[in-house]
């Protein structure tokens, strides 16, 4: 089957997490089962390799094999984006070069980062990729990770001349992204990482959303984007609601919001539901503990999502 990410890019796409065995490697049973999942709950693409997906930490071999389970197992239904984050222009196009090889219908793709980047520096690194790879791009604006941010105004630069299809904006800047929603260029697809947001930015324009928190209840995202996609506000703004207390699993007994704590969360999640064998996680994130697991479970009975 043939995506045409003009009409299918849109709606929930969950930015997965990548299973592990606990020797720290790819878990490919669990990895399937991930798959299947989400496919299962309706959602409308799969994002490997993200943040939630600890993709920057992956071994080449593992990156390899769960990409070449996905393309099995989504089988053309639904765009299959394939992260590629590394500091350098040559290290993606590498990395780019085998995502399209394996069947990725788009890649998405972060600023250089460790060496400082300017803006300028970040337009040449886009061309060059898009000018090497013959791939769809999406913009990965996550300053938080990469310390650099992906000003509005080169987004919109290298949206108009084709070189990106789309952002993936993970900013925590909801101005800059409501200000690139109402001013994007025509075909330019618009995703908010932002899970409090998502009623609101879809409602404004935005194509869909790509939520870490869609790892441990994706048919609560599915429901919303349907809910808000189709005008019915009532039913969005209950969904959303039932979202702000779900994101609770993310947060720290003190109060703070650390990755590994976040991933932790999902693993947990997608374990207590079945999907997944092990909640490992890569070094140097602390394992789950009996708190976070008995939080993550009380949180997610609460909402019904367990």
Known sequence: MTIDLSTQLKGVLPPVITPLTPERRLDPASAESVYRFMLKQGVHGIFLFGTSGEGPLLCDADRHQATEIAVDIIDGRVPLLVGVIAPGTEQIIEQAKVAKAQGADAIVVCP??????????MLVHYRTIRETVDIPIFAY???VMTKVKIEMETLMTLG????????KDSSGDAVSFHRLVANKPKGMKLFTGAEMLVHAVVLAGADGTVPGLANVAPELFVQLYEAAAANNHQEAVRFQEAIVRLFEVFVCPDGTIKVGYVIGAMKTALRLR????HDTLFHPFPACTP???ARTKGIME????L
């Open 291 to 293: 708190e976070l697991i």
């Open 274 to 277: 079945g999907v997944i064998e």
């Open 302 to 305: 609460e909402v019904g999502c």
């Open 141 to 143: 604006d996550i300053p």
């Open 112 to 121: 250089p980062f460790y060496y400082p980047a300017g803006q300028q520096d």
């Open 160 to 167: 108009k001349e084709g070189t990106i299809i789309g952002v």
